[in-house]
């Protein structure tokens, strides 16, 4: 057996531990060791290739502008760039001359090395193949090399929508006027947390409000009674002319100014000096669903999770599928699918009564 024969099978064995028991690994060198006998292995050269080293993040610019022009919200952007500029720069190489196996290897890294979850590295893989799509389909490049490389397998772990119970938990621990709209906006609408950014007061007509979704498209989502009241509540304490719902602020200027009692700072939306202007950040909102969360003891409380739970309850209502699907502002049902939370008994019970 050949020196990069022996390197390899010993590499191979050193990944293998801590996936296979001790006891096994004798066993699995031995049978790496009759695989590779009709092979010929060499070490490929990993030198960098030396090139002008603005030209990936050229191509990268360009093609962020022409996502840009489909309407991509700005998280999805950054997004976007941060995974394809980290993989180009840790596969060393100009865009041109990428391989399928430097994506592979890539991937691989990330997953053993850096620690992250198969979600996460399959997210990567469709941004990658999504940047190679574009410069195939531009005639930038004549090969796409993720066209040989094929999805992640991942443990698929089910999604748990939040019980009645949790939700009658947070509604109890809400402390102000603001915590109340907030929750309750999204208990109702099913927004994003993007979405409920941006709402804004004027588009508020009765139990309907407008949402400004993926790809600037709109939608009406409603508003039910425990939200319109909520609103109505949390606006008459607002001194502010922000057109915004839900506008950013900047508390800490409530204590510098007026020497209020940090506790007090719960209630900062009162004074208008304390609007920042401009939409609240997705973080805020999240960090404020956490934080009533926590005061009842309701484990993994967040935004996204109140659109779960909302098409969850609504199909068991008897719902069509369709109509939840428009509600949370999906192009495909198979997407509704995915948000569902329904156990083997309501699958069973649902076939007695629909099944003939």
């Keep these: ?39 010929t292995v060499e070490k490929e050269e990993t030198a960098l290739t030396i090139y002008e080293g603005d030209v990936n993040e050229k191509i990268l610019m360009r093609f962020l502008m022409a996502k840009t022009a489909r309407g991509l919200s700005k998280r999805t952007l ?22 399928a196996d430097d994506i592979r290897y890539y991937l691989a890294v990330r997953v053993a090395r850096d620690g992250v979850t198969k979600t996460t590295a399959n997210n990567e893989r469709r941004n990658l ?30 999604k748990k929508a939040f019980e009645q119970m949790e ?28 979405e409920v950014t941006l709402m804004r007061i004027d588009e508020i007509k009765g139990n309907k409000i407008v949402v400004h ?71 805020g909102i999240e960090n404020t669903i956490r934080k009533i969360a926590r005061r009842v003891g309701v484990q993994n409380a967040h935004p996204h999770r109140f659109r779960r739970t909302g098409a969850t309850m609504a199909l068991r209502a008897g719902m069509p599928i369709t109509l939840v699907s428009k509600l949370l502002g999906h192009e495909s049902i198979a997407t509704t699918q995915i948000y569902l939370d329904i156990s083997d008994k309501e699958l069973e019970q649902m076939h007695e009564k629909y099944v003939v």
């Excluded at 064995?13 to 590779?36: H, N, W």
């Excluded at 950054?78 to 391989?99: C, E, F, H, N």
């Excluded at 999504?130 to 772990?157: C, H, V």
């Design 78 to 99: 950054a997004y976007y760039k941060d995974t394809i500029q980290r993989a180009l720069v840790a596969i060393g190489k100009p865009y041109t001359q990428v391989t």
């Design 1 to 39: 057996m050949s020196e990069a024969k022996d390197a390899l099978r010993d590499e191979l064995i050193t990944l293998m531990r801590g996936y296979v028991p001790p006891q096994s690994l004798e066993d699995c060198k031995f049978r790496i060791t009759m695989a590779l006998n009709s092979y």
């Design 167 to 194: 939700i009658e938990k947070m509604r109890f621990a809400c402390e102000t006027a603001l915590e109340t709209a907030l929750l309750e906006v999204l208990i109702s609408t099913w927004a994003r947390v993007t």
């Design 213 to 283: 979704g993926k790809g600037d498209k709109e939608r009406e989502v409603f508003l039910n009674a425990k939200a319109q009241v909520a609103i109505s509540a949390y606006l008459a304490e607002r001194e502010d002319d922000s057109p915004l719902l839900f506008p950013k602020g900047r508390p800490s200027q409530l204590y510098i100014k007026t020497g209020t009692k940090p506790k007090d700072l719960k209630y900062w939306y009162r004074n208008k000096e304390n609007i920042a202007g401009g939409p609240r950040d997705p973080s």
């Design 129 to 158: 193949s999504s940047f190679y799509t574009w410069l195939q389909k531009e005639e930038i490049l004549l090969k796409n090399p993720m066209n040989r490389i094929e999805a992640i397998k991942e443990t698929k772990k089910k």
